[in-house]
């Protein structure tokens, strides 16, 4: 396995730890075929988000943000999770408690098996009223935005815009995971978009092993303990195999 540090100092981090949080961004969905979002061909080098993933751009124009959601849920809805997400299934047999921290809304770390993930940015599978946030239950035959039907509001994808704040409830059970962990694992995402990309420097901040896995370097990597420098598809599996190899 190809890393920044020495192979010495990457068994002996493993050896101990009983709990990981797998911090998770759009790079571990990439193999199954879903769009990251700050890649050149990318969802943001197509759309601006603020044209679309924010409330003021749904007001303005519902029809057209719905229609965007639409055309993602139909990218996930053919997407199957891929190894990278069975491979952090597969942490569970090796550790006393795995949780992942998710910023993608494409629900495959649940459909491939994970048991606690917290969906910090929602999921795009789930939608409420605008105005009176009951949850409501997307139709196969629905055509356009639907409308409410205890108060006749605008039903809006359940995931965070822009400008909005993270779901408290799971935000700070996030928030617990890291403070608890032993190793913190970030994986495919960029650390730009914050709060999400508070967590793993907040695990930095209060001296937790901190494993990197993206292809490319990020605001992370320097401090990272240790840079798995690869497609999570290939990189998370070897780590599982080396870890069930030499964790007695
Ligand atoms: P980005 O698109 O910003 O970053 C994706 C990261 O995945 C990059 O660092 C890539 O190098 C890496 N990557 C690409 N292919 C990979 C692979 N096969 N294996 C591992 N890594 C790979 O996506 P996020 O960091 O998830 O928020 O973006 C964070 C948030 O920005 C999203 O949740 C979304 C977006 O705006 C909201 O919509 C609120």
Redesign the pocket.
């Known amino acids: 396995m190809s890393n920044t540090g020495p192979e010495s100092e990457y068994e002996p981090l493993f050896q101990n730890a009983n709990h990981i949080v797998v911090f998770?961004?759009?790079?571990?969905s990439?193999?199954s075929g879903v769009?990251?979002?700050?890649?050149p061909d990318?969802?943001?080098a197509k759309f601006k988000?603020e044209e679309l993933?924010n409330i003021n751009a749904f007001m303005s124009n519902p029809e057209r943000v719905w229609e965007w959601y639409q055309h993602r849920r139909d990218i996930v809805e053919k997407a199957e999770p891929n190894s990278?997400h069975y491979a952090i299934v597969e942490l569970e047999r090796i550790f006393d408690r795995v949780d992942i921290i998710t910023?993608?809304?494409d629900g495959l770390h649940i459909r491939a098996g994970s048991t606690h993930v917290y969906e910090?940015?929602g999921s795009l599978h789930a939608h409420r009223c605008l105005n009176c946030s009951t949850p409501y239950t997307l139709s196969l035959k629905e055509q356009g935005v639907p409308h409410c039907p205890s108060c006749g509001g605008l039903i809006r994808p359940g995931?965070?815009?822009?400008g909005?704040d993270l779901p408290s409830a799971i935000w700070q059970q996030a928030e617990e995971a890291t403070r608890s962990c032993d190793i913190f694992l970030s994986?495919?995402?960029?650390?730009?978009?914050y709060p999400?990309?508070q967590l793993p420097f907040l695990a930095l901040s209060l001296g937790k092993h901190v494993v990197e896995?993206?292809?490319?370097p990020?605001d992370l990597s320097r401090q990272a303990n240790i840079a798995l420098r690869?497609?999570?598809?290939?990189?998370l599996p070897k780590l599982v195999e080396e870890l069930r190899r030499t964790r007695k």
């Open positions: 998770t961004g759009a790079g571990i990439a193999e769009p990251t979002f700050r890649s990318g969802i943001w988000p993933a990278g910023q993608n809304v910090l940015h995931v965070v815009w822009f909005e994986v495919g995402t960029s650390t730009v978009v999400a990309a896995v993206n292809p490319e990020t690869g497609p999570a598809g290939e990189m």
